[in-house]
């Protein structure tokens, strides 16, 4: 067997395989942020982390995602007031990594959200 790191995937391989074409899926990181800026320094406190992301995801169709599956992220009643949606944490606020690798946030990959889309639906 042959490993190696993808993003955030190890890949095992089979050695007779190893020299065919395979094609790597390239993933990231990203979340939902609550920024409270009443005063400085501002505050970034992250609510959901969603792993394996597909490289090729944007912000906003992550954030669609988010609401299919049926998470509400709002403030005085106002869907999405002071939350941003960011495809990757690479370049966040420190405590949004730190959060992310102490797990103290809920963490779901994309392809669980991806589940529960189906799930949520209404037929």
């Known amino acids: 067997m042959v490993w190696g790191f993808c993003g955030e995937r190890l890949l095992i391989v089979p050695w007779?395989?190893?020299?065919?074409?395979i094609k790597v899926m390239k993933t990231k990181t990203g979340g939902v942020i609550f920024t409270i800026?009443?005063?400085?320094?501002y505050q970034f406190i992250p609510k959901l982390f969603i792993t394996e992301i597909?490289?090729?995801i944007?912000?906003?169709?992550?954030?669609?995602?988010?609401?299919?599956?049926g998470y509400i992220f709002s403030e005085f009643g106002v869907k999405?007031?002071?939350?941003?949606?960011?495809?990757?944490?690479?370049?966040e606020h420190?405590?949004?990594?730190?959060?992310?690798?102490?797990?103290?946030v809920e963490t779901i990959s994309y392809s669980e959200l991806?589940?529960?889309?189906k799930e949520y639906v209404i037929e």
């Open 16 to 21: 007779w395989n190893y020299k065919s074409k």
């Open 37 to 41: 800026h009443v005063r400085t320094p």
């Open 54 to 56: 597909p490289e090729n």
């Open 58 to 69: 944007t912000a906003s169709e992550l954030q669609d995602d988010i609401e299919e599956a």
């Open 80 to 91: 999405w007031a002071n939350h941003s949606v960011v495809s990757s944490i690479k370049d």
């Open 94 to 104: 420190i405590d949004v990594r730190r959060a992310f690798k102490n797990n103290e």
């Open 114 to 117: 991806q589940k529960k889309i």
